[in-house]
């Protein structure tokens, strides 16, 4: 029986030109978020299923990859049913660790504690073009401060990340809970339909207006209350109209605003240092437990964000017994890496070597020149390739080719008498003889 | 229900400086592989359980993490008796994923194909003092030659990254499964018992030579034999003495020292940048898959070894059609952590903010410019962190400490309004009051 050797579903090989590119792009956004003063995180891919479950909402409980007991105590599940297989199962986001890792080390985090965490997550979803099992995402959260600069400071420090890969044209739509839940006072509605109505203005960019209008109808909505929100719902609302239509009307919905209307003063105050920043009445992101500002960012050509958060002051402090205050924000990495190669964003990397030195003939003294001359190389800082075999020059060109080097370093019985070497340029095919110092010197011009 | 907030048996949080120390010797082990040619490989998490199971012996099986099926499946499998609970487990090592990444990907990837793998194992062990559930392995394979020079650049690519984290003192130990062969014939037991005998002889170290002696007699090794054996295993035996030993007696024996004579030839030839390298007759290394050179670690103050591999010619092949040669090293990530941090090896690591702009009051122009002079810092490659709040100083200074900013920004209305910043050297108290530009460029120089 063959073994099928391609990756899981959901689930990919990173060959080495792909994983260059993956580290550029993970090496930029941690290089922002770390002059953000964020510092990094790292938790286990493993929680108590305890930790786990109950924190996503039924579904979320669904897709998270659970590992099995073993020995008696599998045996002793499956007898009793199958209910208690697993005591484990693999994080399915980077907040919940987070909350935990708040809980448990409180005593050693600073108060306000920044971290950055840039881990795979896994997610049992049925596999399909662009959903994945295995994902990295790229979190920040700012934890311990109810102050607007915790929201100004992951903004700035997501976009910034974005600008750092080349991205100019991404907008950041800002919303804020509050003004949701002044909407749905203002539709007269129960606060407990709130999410109800919520989840459906969050698809007004899939079903349109008159989907929306159909299935608020059906949750109660009367006409003069549509007539308002729809009017509130038009491209361009500004907040001050929102604020208006709150005002004496929805305190909920008065303070979201006023929130908002600080926080962007203050990004006004203290410009981003890429994309643009925009009011959104229709973004709500689904997530429950967000209390305060909402972000979400928009790419022109993308379907869906490229990263998302907002302040949740009730979900840090789950495991622990105060409330902590907390902003995170999520860039989602693989959708990063989705753009950049439709766009064609990435630079040339220099995955391969900077040089392969091939071998010439079997004297033990060639192969000694050999191997001598690729430490030299490699003490220069060159990422030397060395062909293991004696074997007929083209064929070694041709891995040369392969790997990617530009250059070949020719080394023979002649060369290490004259401590010389050969220096092929793959290119052009040019060939000059140097001794070994001009030789790296070369090279080094040209790495 | 109080819900237990430590990670998982076996597994840790690495809080932000833990973090940093890491990175600090991945990057390191990274960087001197990468001037060796090898390329960088990732794999998912999981594997088919068909591509795990098998591999590693029996033992190994069972310390295979399985992640459970879901749903109708899962019923089915309990309704079943429990016997296919799982279809996916967690990566045990790095060699079985390349395997099988080198038979999926066989036309993409050139030959001899090179390369590093860096990621985090899984294996449910009982966790215990040093013995984790989770933990990193640094591999280097050089896959696709049986040239000797293969050997050299795996033994050249860890010793090397041991010696760019500062290590001097370790020892390659370096034996051959055909000198282990030609010493079973000499013993004259039959093929078979091998694996019994040499796995006795590998636990030389720990057993002493009258253990080794009292096992191999139950295993039936008679008193000649064991004479001749003793006179072997005795310290600093030399490669020519075993040579000798197999003269005409053992072919095996005598290909297996005519290699490793040439291996030392090269090594003389062409030395390695750091450590020693010698021959080890007791050195056995469990694993039944070794073909020719055989390798370990050894460092002083530790039991057992920092890393270990050798030549593996059946294994690279097994889920393809053609048998494979190939020469591996795993560096052992975790006990290199270990024993730097008991040696006290780590440089001092910048992990945290090298600036805390500080909140003197509350007017909306002063915490603009508290987040204009942060964004200046930050374009200038300084990693700075906002203190979010207005709050009394000693308060924000103690925050400084705890976050280990050497260097605090006080900034408030009348700064902002002459574009000045109080700089606050927090080791002495030592405070200036200077323009933006000046502040900036004393942060850059002391940074």
């Not at 070694?396 to 023979?412: C, D, N, R, T, W």
Request: a negative charge; one cysteine or more; proline letters at 5%.
């Amino acid at each position: 029986m063959a073994i099928v050797t391609s990756a899981p579903p959901g689930m990919r090989d990173f060959l080495p030109a792909a994983v260059a590119r993956r580290r550029f792009v993970m090496e930029r956004i941690r290089e922002v978020y770390r002059l953000h003063g964020f510092v990094p995180l790292e938790t286990p891919s493993m929680e108590r299923l305890e930790v786990l479950l109950g924190k996503y909402g039924e579904e979320g409980d669904q897709l998270i990859f659970r590992v099995m007991k073993r020995g008696e105590a599998l045996s002793r599940a499956v007898e009793d049913g199958g209910k208690e297989l697993a005591d484990f199962g693999l994080r399915y986001d980077l907040t919940v660790p987070l909350a935990r890792v708040v809980a448990e080390h409180a005593s050693s985090l600073p108060r306000p504690f920044k971290r950055y965490q840039m881990q795979p997550v896994w997610r049992a979803d049925r596999p399909q073009r662009g959903r994945l099992r295995e994902f990295y995402q790229c979190d920040v959260d700012f934890v311990g401060s109810r102050s607007l600069v915790a929201e100004y400071e992951v903004i700035s420090a997501v976009t910034g990340a974005l600008g750092a890969l080349g991205f100019t044209d991404f907008r950041v739509r800002v919303n804020e809970r509050r003004i949701l839940s002044g909407l749905v006072e203002l539709l007269g509605l129960p606060a407990e339909q709130g999410i109800a109505v919520i989840t459906v203005i969050d698809k007004l960019d899939k079903i349109g207006m008159e989907g929306v209008q159909r299935e608020l109808t059906l949750l109660g909505v009367g006409a003069e209350s549509w007539e308002l929100l729809a009017s509130l719902l038009k491209p361009g609302v500004t907040l001050a109209e929102v604020a208006a239509a709150f005002a004496g009307r929805s305190p909920a919905g008065e303070a979201g605003c006023a929130n908002l209307e600080a926080l962007f003063a203050l990004i006004a105050r203290a410009p981003l240092a890429a994309g643009s920043v925009g009011f959104d009445l229709s973004l709500a992101r689904g997530l429950s437990y967000y209390t305060g500002p909402i972000f979400e960012i928009a790419l022109p050509d993308l379907a869906g964000s490229v990263g998302g958060g907002g302040r949740y002051d009730g979900l840090i402090g789950m495991f622990g017994k105060e409330e902590i205050p907390a902003v995170g924000f999520a860039l989602g990495f693989e959708r990063i890496m989705l753009i950049m190669e439709e766009r064609g964003m990435f630079p040339e990397l220099a995955e391969g070597a900077d040089l392969m030195v091939s071998q010439l003939d079997g004297a033990p003294e060639a192969l000694a020149a050999v191997l001598a001359f690729a430490k030299l190389a490699r003490s220069a800082g060159l990422s030397v390739e060395v062909y293991p075999e004696v074997a007929k020059l083209p064929k070694q060109f041709k891995h040369a080719e392969s790997i990617g080097a530009p250059m070949v370093a020719i080394l023979g019985l002649r060369e290490a008498e004259s401590q010389t070497v050969g220096l092929r340029r793959m290119g052009t095919g040019e060939q000059v003889t140097l001794p070994w110092s001009e030789a790296i010197a070369t090279l080094k011009g040209r790495a």
